[in-house]
């Protein structure tokens, strides 16, 4: 794909299933080996560049200083947010979603004026160059998996037994916290975080837990 002097390297994979340990373990391997691809690629297309441009009907210009970036888009949606050979993996949506809209909605409320307002968001780019220049950013951080490791808690299941010599069985697994939206807000992003002019008040009249 070219945008401008935006080169954007990819390697699409359709990944069945992965429900299994072995099949995760199977679609690390692909992935991996597309990241290397794209690698390889990458390479191929520097050393390349004109007649690559001309094969596939491109302007060339050697005026200009072409950038690049990579991404591995996998539809099965699995392992997306990692990278292999550092290359990110993202899907379909989170690829279109950057292209849709400069932002990504972080806070919103229902205004009886309005419908639903947005009062906090994601600024990813506000300019062509930035839409450019943050794509590679945007994949190796998207935004839209927003939670981290402080979000998620163990929960335990404890299953009954008939007596005391029976085996004691815990099922442990990963929840989310409730944790307030504004803590959300606050938080480290890879973004600026941008508030509306009305946001404290906004806010203030809104208890919401996640």
């Known amino acids: 794909m070219q945008i401008n002097n935006l080169v954007i390297i990819g390697e699409a994979k359709s990944i069945v299933t992965t429900d299994s ?13 597309a990241g290397q691809q794209v690698t ?13 441009f ?12 072409y950038k690049f ?11 997306v947010g990692h990278e292999f050979d550092d290359v990110p993996v993202i899907d379909e949506k989170i690829l279109r979603a950057y292209f849709a809209s400069d932002k990504v ?15 906090a968001w ?17 994949a190796c ?5 927003n939670e981290d490791a402080d979000s998620f808690e163990y929960n335990e299941n404890k299953f009954p037994y008939m007596t005391e010599d029976s085996y004691k069985l815990i099922n442990s697994y990963l929840v989310l916290k409730q944790i307030p939206l504004i803590d959300i807000i606050e938080r480290a992003h890879h973004f600026p975080v941008v508030k509306s002019d ?5 806010v203030a009249s809104v208890k919401v837990m996640i």
């Open 21 to 33: 340990e072995i099949s995760k373990a199977r679609a690390a391997g692909i992935l991996d080996h």
């Open 40 to 52: 390889r690629k990458t390479e191929f297309l520097r050393d390349n560049l004109q007649s690559i």
């Open 69 to 79: 970036a990579q991404c591995i888009l996998n539809s099965g949606r699995f392992f």
């Open 122 to 138: 994601l600024q990813l780019y506000s300019n062509f160059d930035e839409l450019k220049s943050n794509f590679q950013r945007y």
């Open 141 to 145: 951080n998207p935004p839209q998996l």
């Open 198 to 202: 009305d946001f404290d008040t906004e």
């Open 54 to 65: 001309e094969r596939l009907d491109w302007n060339y210009d050697p005026r200009v200083d």
């Open 105 to 119: 909605n972080l806070f919103s409320v229902q205004s009886k004026q309005e419908g639903v307002k947005t009062i």
